[in-house]
């Protein structure tokens, strides 16, 4: 079914922000400019800052629903404090039933922690004026050591604290492997390899039944094996409300020039799902024009999907492609297939690679060999070595001869595609072995080849217009893993076999590959 996507200016996110007080904010802004300029860029990759603007954090304090009377607010990684005090300007501003704010802040830059303390003194100021009790809270603690104790549900159960909402643009940086954090987060069963997502873990955690989660992160989470255990926790903790996208990559933190793909979450702690889930987009932090729809929740996370992957269909071309792809049900694993990341990593097997094919040696394929749907070996530049040494050594880094469908793990953001497949046919390349490298992905049965049709049909499926555009719909990066295209599900054996039969010397031009998979998979059903 396909959901019509409303182009809509958020009347209430407008008439909010037309009478909402954002003093504090707008000079929080100032403040984040002369931080940003003060702080080197490395540094603050180091620390993983990258501070909200104003109007992000106006849209996110938004997101929160519930009138409480009595409201406790955490702030993970606050910065100079713009999430809290967005909140509380926009808390005072509802006038609902609101009698007492608490903020608890925690932060470990000691650059940006006078800037943080003097916000909340001013969302005091605030509060008080508009007869509310204040009480702000700023801790100096690195966050994750300061609650990972404290979490152990059942554990300390009763003397954790609890909040009524969480807000957070929690630090990007990938946690080190022999780094005191991994520890600990590894001791609480915290599986992460981001900071961002042991932050949105915990505060998720600290929630009380019913609270209120908004985030804003990068969209990595939404699949891909690393976030497997979040992802999993999260949709089990956690109802999904609302997701938003940022449609350019560099449009959200564009003074930083922070090229990720941001989303913002809101989520309420209980373990019931919604019907719904609100998907909405802008370009960038003009949230005047977004364009919002509400899709069912499991049409966002699949039912049995043991990956939980989160699909962002943000308009009807996108849900038309959930819908397409819906005729596809067969899992690879039905069709006696397997996929793997080739075995060849190059720097590690250097002592082993040749530039040229020569005697004792097997073909060694890259990327690089890819020519209109097809492996090309050898190549012509010397780029890339073309050969790997065949010894008893190097036999388990190798696949016997046969057809295999290759993948590209890796493509250029400005690539046109993200999902590109070539296959490899022996009889064009004649060698026993060969050895795919550790860039590209390739498509097996049982460690052998395919059968000629089988490879050739599954490579135009593959290199569809339609696959690539699903593919985009739950991943927002140019990486495709093993493990995304194990999940994903492809048409019957015999369709594939049938899709084989159109391709001949060379990968049919985009709009064959299209017309003759529509053709073919949509009149034999
Ligand atoms: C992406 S910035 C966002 C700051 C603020 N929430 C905002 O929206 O502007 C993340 C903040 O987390 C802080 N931070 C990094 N690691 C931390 C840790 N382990 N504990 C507490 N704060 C941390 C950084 O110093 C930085 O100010």
């Not at 985030?215 to 979040?230: D, E, Q, V, W």
Request: charged residues 25%; positive net charge; contains cysteine.
């Amino acid at each position: 079914m396909i959901y019509e996507a409303v182009l809509i200016v958020i009347k209430r996110l407008s008439r909010l922000t037309r009478t909402m007080a954002t003093e504090i904010t707008s000079q929080l802004d100032h403040v984040r400019r002369r931080v940003s300029k003060s702080h080197q860029r490395r540094e603050r990759s180091r620390i993983g800052q990258f501070l909200t603007p104003a109007p992000i954090a106006h849209f996110m304090a938004g997101l929160f629903q519930r009138d409480l009377a009595e409201v406790r607010i955490l702030d993970a990684g606050a910065g100079v404090g713009v999430l809290s005090a967005a909140v509380v300007e926009a808390f005072i501003s509802r006038k609902g039933r609101l009698r007492s704010l608490e903020v608890v802040a925690y932060e470990n830059d000691g650059l940006v922690l006078p800037y943080l303390e003097s916000a909340l003194g001013r969302c005091k100021g605030a509060c008080t004026k508009a007869g509310i009790t204040f009480h702000g809270e700023t801790r100096a603690n690195d966050f994750v050591a300061a609650r990972i104790p404290l979490t152990e549900e059942g554990l300390f159960a009763g003397e954790t604290e609890r909040f009524t909402h969480a807000i957070l643009n929690p630090p990007y940086k990938k946690i080190e492997g022999q780094s005191q954090t991994r520890r600990l987060l590894d001791a609480a069963g915290m599986e992460v390899s981001n900071l961002y997502a042991a932050f949105v873990w915990l505060a998720a955690r600290m929630l009380e039944p019913g609270g209120e989660l908004v985030a804003i992160t990068p969209r990595s989470f939404c699949n891909g094996p690393y976030f497997r255990r979040f992802r999993l926790a999260l949709l089990d903790m956690m109802a999904l409300q609302r997701l938003h996208v940022f449609e350019s990559r560099d449009k959200a933190f564009s003074d930083d020039n922070v090229l990720q793909e941001n989303v913002i979450l809101h989520a309420v702690r209980a373990r019931r799902k919604p019907k719904h889930v609100t998907i909405s987009s802008s370009e960038g932090s003009d949230f005047r024009r977004i364009s919002v729809r509400r899709v069912p929740y499991e049409h966002v996370v699949l039912p049995h999907d043991r990956d939980g992957f989160i699909h962002l269909a943000l308009n009807d071309q996108d849900e038309d492609v959930m819908h397409r792809m819906r005729r596809f049900g067969t899992p690879l694993d039905e069709l006696g297939i397997d996929v793997s990341t080739g075995r060849v990593v190059d720097f590690r097997a250097r002592e082993h690679l040749r530039l040229r094919p020569q005697a004792g040696t097997a073909p060694l394929v890259y990327p690089c060999h890819f020519d209109r749907g097809f492996v090309r070996w050898p190549a012509e530049s010397d780029r890339k070595p073309n050969a790997i040494v065949s010894s008893e050594e190097t036999r388990s880094l190798m696949v016997p001869a046969g057809h295999y469908v290759l993948t590209k793990r890796f493509s250029a953001k400005e690539e046109r595609r993200r999902v590109v497949a070539a296959i490899y046919d022996p009889q064009r390349v004649r060698a026993p072995f060969v050895g795919f490298e550790n860039h590209l992905n390739y498509f097996h049965a049982g460690g052998k080849g395919l059968s000629p049709n089988l490879a050739k049909g599954l490579s135009l499926y593959l290199n569809s217009t339609l696959l690539d555009r699903y593919f985009r719909l739950f991943s927002g990066h140019t990486q495709v893993n093993a493990t995304d295209l194990r999940k994903m599900r492809y048409p019957t054996r015999a369709q594939m076999v049938r899709l084989g039969r159109h391709v001949n010397n060379c990968m049919p031009d985009q709009k064959a590959i299209d017309i003759t998979l529509e053709k073919v998979c949509c009149t034999d059903g």
